[in-house]
C-alpha cells in the first residue's frame, strides 16, 4: 500500500482565499483524523471521522474550518477564509479498529505545508 | 489541561550511548501508550506502544517502560545511532473510551551526536 497521501505538500496563500487540503487514507482503515502542528501549540487534533461519519470536531479551531468524507478513500479540510495564523503543517493520518477492547496505531501522511501570506 | 507531558524540549545523546526519554500523564483512565518518531518534513511514525498490563515492552533497540504508579513512561534507545536524531511524541488513550483518539505530548528533540 503506498500510505496515507495527502495534497498538496506545500501550499502558499493570501489571506482571504479559500485553502483546501486532500487526502487519501490507506484502504480499509475506518478512522480518518486530521491533525495540525505548530511550533506553539504541538501536535493538535482537529476533527476525526469513523467511518466517513465525523465524530469528534471539538478541535476544529472556528467556523472558517470545514471539513468532509464524502467515501471511505478521500477527505477535505477546507479554510475559508484563510488567515495567517493558520499557517501550520496540516496531517491527516487513519487507522483501523481491530476489535472495541485495544488501540491500533495511527498511519500518518506527509503533510502539508500552509503558508498564509 | 495537558494530560501527557513531555518535559524535556530537546535532549542531546553521543552516539553509541543510552537515549532516555520520559513522558508524563495525568488521567489514570489511560491504558494504551504509543511513542512517534518524526523526521523534518515527514509525518510522524510509530515507534512502539505498551498496553498497561505491562510495564516494559521491546522491540529491537527500542523499550518501552511503564510505571503506572507514577504515572510515567520511558523509551529507551539503546545503543543510540545518528538515525535516531529525531523529534520523539509520546501519545496515550484509553481503550475502553468510545472517543477513539490519542492525546499527544509536545513531543521532545532528540539529537544524537556523532
Known amino acids: 500500500d503506498a500510505g496515507v497521501i495527502q495534497s498538496p505538500r506545500h501550499e502558499v496563500t493570501e489571506m482571504g482565499q479559500e485553502v483546501t487540503l486532500r487526502c487519501k487514507p490507506i484502504s480499509g482503515h475506518d478512522y480518518l483524523f486530521w491533525y495540525r502542528q505548530t511550533m506553539m501549540r504541538g501536535l493538535e487534533l482537529l476533527i476525526y471521522?469513523?467511518?466517513?461519519?465525523?465524530?469528534?470536531d471539538s478541535g476544529m479551531p472556528e467556523d472558517r474550518f470545514s471539513a468532509k468524507m464524502p467515501n471511505a478513500s478521500f477527505s477535505t479540510l477546507k479554510i475559508q477564509p484563510s488567515e495567517p495564523r493558520d499557517s501550520a503543517v496540516y496531517f491527516c493520518a487513519s487507522s483501523l479498529r481491530r476489535d472495541s477492547s485495544s488501540y491500533n496505531e495511527q498511519f500518518f501522511g506527509p503533510g502539508t505545508r500552509l503558508t498564509v501570506l | 489541561d495537558q494530560q501527557v507531558k513531555q518535559n524535556s524540549p530537546s535532549l542531546s545523546v553521543q552516539e553509541g550511548r543510552i537515549s532516555i526519554l520520559n513522558c508524563d500523564y495525568t488521567?489514570?483512565?489511560?491504558?494504551?501508550f504509543l511513542w512517534y518518531k518524526k523526521y523534518p518534513a515527514e509525518g510522524p511514525t510509530f515507534l512502539i506502544s505498551?498496553?498497561?498490563i505491562k510495564d516494559k515492552n521491546e522491540d529491537g533497540r527500542f523499550t518501552v517502560f511503564l510505571n503506572k504508579s507514577a504515572k510515567h513512561l520511558s523509551l529507551h534507545i539503546v545503543p543510540s545511532q545518528p538515525g535516531d536524531s529525531a523529534v520523539y511524541f509520546c501519545a496515550a488513550t484509553d481503550s475502553s473510551d468510545s472517543n477513539y483518539q490519542l492525546i499527544w505530548g509536545a513531543g521532545t528533540k532528540l539529537i544524537i551526536k556523532p
Open positions: 505498551i498496553s498497561s
Open positions: 471521522f469513523n467511518n466517513n461519519v465525523p465524530i469528534d
Open positions: 488521567n489514570s483512565m489511560f491504558d494504551y
